[in-house]
């Protein structure tokens, strides 16, 4: 017999117990010495219930005799025994008896279970709770027949606070705080259940459990759990140790009443945290965000915020790195002292490595930008080099390393908005746009001598013979599409090419040449006079008439037709249908079909240096909005693309403005010669200067104009105008006669070069010199000439876990059902040793270059290695193409292949 008054979850809970056994339950007695106060009707749902206190039997019969509507179920709460009922009235109840309140027997048929684990009947209230939540979310069957206490405590966690899982952990405990109406449920919850929901979860997730709900149970810290994780980064860092201790003594006594928790706790709390907050930051960018400002704010309430770098989530720690970097920067380019190189590679990965980093690729671009000047200036400073003492050499300079210099100083011209590291761009910027002066300066004279001299040599193009010479013969071989990109200079070509070549393109070599010959466009470099010279085939000033005119009648072009289907070339109008978003019609028949060479002219640069003076344009194929649908159908086509502009342009770097003599006769990086050259500009006259007189004031320095400000000009005699990239591209294996592909064509300080990665040789047996053979260099080659000397050869030090993988059975057993043509063992090993030397990130040209491997051979190489270490999908080693870098995460791999750090 219970001693307190039932409650109606019992009631109901009875009511249903005995009404799934009979089906004559209509009216059932419940004996209890409590009294039943609250309403006699009670509906829920579609049942009502109609609860009676009978103190006597003749309570009890006039309650039976109250006529009752369909699904009514009346109850008799009586404190009487049944022998005092009298035989009447026990028959009209449901088993002709009195029921007794037990409420874990109710529980035990409630949820089908024979029996409950001891571990919950040690709390009296919990059985209530179960049948009231049973009673409005419905009573899942026990398994087995036994309601053991993990399925019982997950079904009240879930119904009375929200929290989900059978056996929570850390993390999912954090989750749960950030859920205000879920925190707000346990606050709000009894005593009872608040400590007995706490010493559970600490059985279940650990003793941190207890010190994240004690936080939940203060109403001004309920949902500050998750920040306080991730504040307790910078607390408890390595390097904070000794300076924040008044820091650390504000936050023991806000969180924990001056209590201390073992640092063990801490690190658990931090790496849950941790995980958390990595989970949010793409799934819900917005709570995310939130979050790491309430750290942050955290941080400040314990004047700690100083600190905050050493948080690789914090958005102010984000920021002071980014300030730390440029600091060093500044001072670095100050003090024209390049030692503190490391220094700032490890700034710049700090930053890489911070959560944030990603949510801004082009201020991540912006930073190895910089590193790479500094790379430069460094081995500027060391080399000595004399300056280039042919226009061939200069030209070359512009190809292989001006422009990577034109391309990386150019990204730090609009600065960051980090103002300390903005500044030290711009400083940058200055340093290396200074060098860039002077060498234009020298470029000019040169160009002038051979310009005077009648443009003789081979190491140079004349932009009027690229048809000539490049596109002819290969048009004598394969079908071409020319594209000529209008005011495309070297940098805005290398940036491009570095996309193209991601995408299924390979750039070729011309015959006897490691890398194209640089072209020279015409004097003045200006589309109607170099782009109608370009098309033509002749020094020649003209419109579009002109060059379609001359193109379709140009010798070469038509003597390599082997259909007798004369050139062909489209211009920016005739490029894109009706609605101008798609590629026209006609030209996509041309393209596919087997005229020889096809043309067009797309003015993608011309037109940014019109408008472009508040972007920061990145080039890519996808940026000129027609290229990706003409390098789609020249693939289909199995068309050569050759990529030309016919000159460059420099950019507006705070020009100064000079009037011309006679602006009419002038552009706006040229004059008429008839005053003399000031500092910045030169003299120049020959043949291919097609002014009148063949004579014409051009400025080398890229901060002079004569005309309106814009975005960008050209026409003057700076490097950058005048030297005209030329790029072929392939996506077939069938190269033409004598052309080979490119090897990888940025300089050493481009890409940061590891110390060489020697293969996995045994030691060999001495042997007798004899006279080294020539061979042909192979991709990971074992074979090597024999040494001249008999000293067995010393194998290299090699990781021991990259021996154990190759050792394994799991990676035999991948590489088996890899399929055919993976790379060797010696291909795994260089590859993995690279990405470990650089703490498992390199971007694809960085790794290429340790691989010494063919450019358009890295991505299929690449792909057999994902699929042998991509383990049941994870991803060990994955390229991500919008950073263009792989990164192998070697705990993963250990852990997938079953080894040991």
């Not at 009586?78 to 007794?100: M, V």
């Not at 899982?165 to 005593?191: C, I, M, N, V, Y």
């Not at 408890?236 to 001056?258: D, M, P, S, T, V």
């Not at 991540?364 to 000595?384: F, G, I």
């Amino acid at each position: 017999m219970t001693l307190t008054a039932p409650t109606f979850s019992q009631i109901k809970a009875q009511v249903a117990t005995i009404q799934q056994k009979s089906s004559r339950a209509d009216v059932i007695g419940i004996q209890s010495s409590g009294r039943w106060s609250d309403d006699t009707r009670i509906q829920d749902g579609d049942q009502t219930y109609l609860i009676y206190q009978c103190d006597s039997p003749l309570a009890c019969r006039i309650a039976i005799r109250e006529p009752v509507e369909k699904k009514t179920t009346k109850v008799l709460i009586t404190g009487l025994d049944e022998n005092e009922l009298g035989d009447d009235l026990r028959y009209r109840l449901a088993k002709h008896k009195l029921f007794n309140i037990d409420p874990w027997q109710m529980v035990c048929s409630q949820f089908n279970a024979r029996n409950v684990d001891t571990r919950l009947t040690h709390h009296p209230w919990l059985a209530e709770t179960l049948l009231e939540l049973g009673s409005r979310h419905g009573f899942p069957p026990a398994r087995g027949g036994f309601l053991d206490a993990e399925s019982a405590w997950s079904f009240l966690l879930e119904h009375q606070i929200q929290l989900r899982g059978e056996a929570p952990d850390l993390t999912s405990l954090l989750k749960w705080t950030l859920d205000h109406t879920a925190t707000q449920h346990f606050r709000h919850s009894t005593p009872e259940f608040q400590e007995a929901t706490i010493k559970w979860l600490s059985e279940q997730a650990g003793p941190v459990a207890r010190l994240i709900l004690q936080c939940v149970q203060q109403e001004q810290f309920q949902q500050d759990p998750l920040p306080i994780g991730i504040a307790m980064i910078v607390l408890f860092h390595q390097e904070a140790q000794g300076k924040l201790e008044k820091a650390c003594g504000k936050f023991e006594g806000r969180y924990f009443k001056n209590h201390s928790p073992e640092p063990e706790l801490m690190q658990r709390w931090i790496s849950s945290a941790r995980e958390v907050v990595r989970s949010l930051q793409h799934a819900a960018p917005k709570r995310h965000r939130q979050i790491v400002q309430r750290s942050d704010e955290i941080l400040k309430e314990l004047s700690a915020e100083k600190y905050a770098y050493l948080s690789h989530s914090s958005l102010l720690g984000f920021e002071q790195r980014l300030i730390r970097f440029g600091e060093t920067l500044s001072d670095m380019v100050s003090r024209n002292s390049w030692s503190e190189i490391s220094v700032l590679q490890e700034l710049s990965e700090s930053v890489r490595k911070h959560d944030l980093a990603n949510q801004d690729p082009r201020q991540l671009e912006r930073l190895e930008m910089s590193l790479r000047l500094v790379r430069w200036l460094r081995e500027e400073s060391q080399s000595h080099q004399k300056d280039p003492q042919s226009l061939g050499a200069a030209a070359r300079f512009q190809l292989e390393t001006g422009g990577f210099l034109d391309w990386a100083r150019l990204q730090l011209r609009h600065g960051d908005a980090v103002e300390v590291l903005s500044q030290a761009y711009l400083q940058l910027f200055e340093k290396v746009t200074q060098v860039r002066e002077r060498q234009a300066q020298h470029v000019s004279q040169l160009l002038a001598d051979w310009t005077s001299a009648g443009s003789k040599g081979n190491d140079v193009i004349p932009v009027e013979q690229i048809l000539e010479q490049i596109v002819a013969p290969l048009a004598a071989e394969q079908p071409v599409l020319l594209i000529v990109i209008d005011g495309m200079s070297v940098a805005v070509c290398r940036e491009l090419l570095s996309n193209l070549t991601r995408h299924e393109w390979v750039a070729l070599a011309e015959p006897n040449h490691r890398f194209n010959r640089p072209a020279m466009a015409v004097i003045p470099s200006v589309t109607e006079f170099s782009r109608t010279s370009l098309l033509t085939g002749k020094l020649k000033q003209g419109g579009q008439n002109e060059e379609k005119k001359g193109f379709q009648n140009h010798p070469q072009l038509t003597g390599s037709n082997k259909n007798a289907q004369p050139p062909l070339l489209y211009h920016k109008a005739g490029l894109q249908g009706p609605d101008q978003s798609d590629l026209a019609g006609d030209l996509r028949k041309e393209i596919a079909s087997s005229r020889s060479v096809v043309g067009v002219i797309v003015n993608a640069v011309d037109d940014n240096l019109l408008k472009g003076e508040q972007l920061d344009t990145r080039w890519s194929r996808e940026q000129i909005q027609v290229l990706p649908t003409l390098l789609h159908e020249a693939r289909n086509a199995s068309r050569l693309v050759v990529l030309v502009s016919d000159h460059g342009h420099v950019l507006d770097c705070q020009t100064q403005h000079r009037p011309g003599t006679d602006e009419t006769t002038g552009g706006e990086r040229w004059r008429p010669a008839g005053v003399s050259p000031t500092e910045g500009e030169t003299l120049i006259s020959g043949s291919r200067v097609l002014s009148a007189g063949q004579k014409l004031v051009a400025p080398w320095s890229e901060r002079i104009r004569y005309t309106m400000k814009k975005n960008g000009y050209h026409g003057g005699l700076s490097p950058q105008e005048m030297i005209v990239p030329i790029v072929v591209l392939s996506s077939t294996d069938e190269i033409p006669t004598g052309w080979s592909e490119q090897p990888i064509d940025t300089p050493a300080w481009w890409d940061e070069v590891l110390p060489e990665i020697e293969e996995i040789k045994p030691a060999a047996p001495a042997k007798p010199k004899r006279k080294p053979v020539s061979k042909t260099p192979m991709l990971f080659n074992d074979l090597e000439d024999e040494p001249e000397t008999s000293a067995p050869a010393e194998a290299p030090a090699v990781p021991a876990w990259i021996q154990s993988l190759l050792k394994s059975p799991v990676f035999k057993d991948q590489k088996r059902l890899g399929g055919r043509h993976l790379p060797d063992d010696a291909t795994f090993t260089r590859l993995l040793h690279a990405l470990d030397r650089r703490e498992g990130t390199m971007t694809l040209r960085a790794l290429t270059r340790a691989l010494e491997a063919p450019p358009m051979r890295m991505r299929g190489i690449l792909a057999k290695t994902e699929r042998v270490l991509n383990v049941d999908g994870y991803d060990v080693i994955r390229y991500d193409e919008t950073s263009d870098t792989v990164e192998l995460q070697r705990d993963l791999l250990l852990k997938q292949f079953g080894l040991e750090d």
